[in-house]
């Protein structure tokens, strides 16, 4: 079995302390789902089982599926440990304000929209060498921001620590990913703009989805979807805000394993984005038709409910207005509905489409291909799949 597989991390944790019983009970999954695993019956599973397994064995699902990495460069002010820094400034305690980092709000805006567009492709490597000095600059633009700019420059740092939040998910750092997006929530708070404060609110719940605090997410992403709920005609901007929350929390009670209602909150996502007519980028979220196919197949796959997830990824409108990662993660999601219903060879070549959509940047940081490859191993020894797995980095 490969030493970096889910099977030998569970029991490295485990080690002497619990029993595969015991650990299954406190987990709340069966034993019978520990031994396959640590057997290397079963390479993967659930999302919810990884999560419960992660939480019983006091660790971070990062470390127990390997996610958590850093990012190696020859530059000392970019990578995870210049984010770090930049995220724990003590200026104020050396009585320093660093106003000659300060940019304009026009060059601020220009950085934020080229780390979203970064991010949206996938491209994370890039970002730890931008937010740094983004964080930085932005920080003292604030500082040095008189009367009526103050509100707009709170809002341009918000969108960075936003961005740099999001980042951080996706390496496996998700201390200092928190840590960034509650100093997104408090920038924006002193900004004027409530479709900011409220998308970033449900990207807090994003993250507690991550962290495997499902009801908390639910609860943040619902609070969240209130504070915005329209009343009567509003602005295409506003409505895509407030269903991207609704099908926020239709993806966290799906995880919770709450299918009823996870199924009617995705519908009542599915009527707001059939108001918009069309798929939308507001307030750099995604919302609108193909959004609630991939949360749908998401939900569904989340819930082992893999025969719905297929029929349900079937609707995705073949002009979807996604970005390159999420097309990437939908597709991934597919894979495993047609890995755990026998259809091995069409996981394979879903998979090799992913790869294409989403770059070598997106893939090196995903754990869920990897996972899906080394099931599909066991039943496929051809040189296709061989040749993706080395791709990856997956033992064969």
Known sequence: MDDSSIGVRIRLFRGKTLTQRQLADQAGVSVDLVRKLEQGGRQTASIASLQKLARALDVDIADLIGKRAGVPSADPDSGIVAIRRALTPVDDLLGETNEEAAVSLDDGRRAVDYAWGAYWAGRYELLTSILPTGLTQLRATVHAARNG???????????????????????????????????????????????????????????????????????????????????????????????????????????AQQVPEALSLVEAAEEIALRLGGDRRDYETYFGPSQVVMQTVDVNVSSERYPEALAAAKSMPADNGLPQSSRARHLTDTAVALTRTGQHRRALDTLLTAERVGGPDWLKYQSLPKRIVSELLDHDRRVPLRAFARRIGVST
């Open 149 to 255: 700019s103050v509100a707009e420059a709170k809002e341009l740092l918000a969108r960075m620590y936003w961005v740099t939040g999001c980042t951080l998910v996706h390496l496996g750092q998700t201390d200092p990913a928190f840590l960034a997006i509650r100093q997104a929530l408090a920038a924006a708070e002193d900004g004027n703009d409530p479709l900011l404060l409220g998308t970033i609110r449900g990207s807090v719940a994003w993250q507690l989805l991550v962290q495997g605090r499902y009801d908390e997410s639910r609860r943040v992403a619902l609070r969240a979807a209130a504070s915005l709920e329209p009343a009567g005609e509003v602005a295409p901007e506003h409505l895509s805000a407030y269903g991207s929350l609704v099908l926020l929390s239709a993806t966290a009670a799906g995880r």
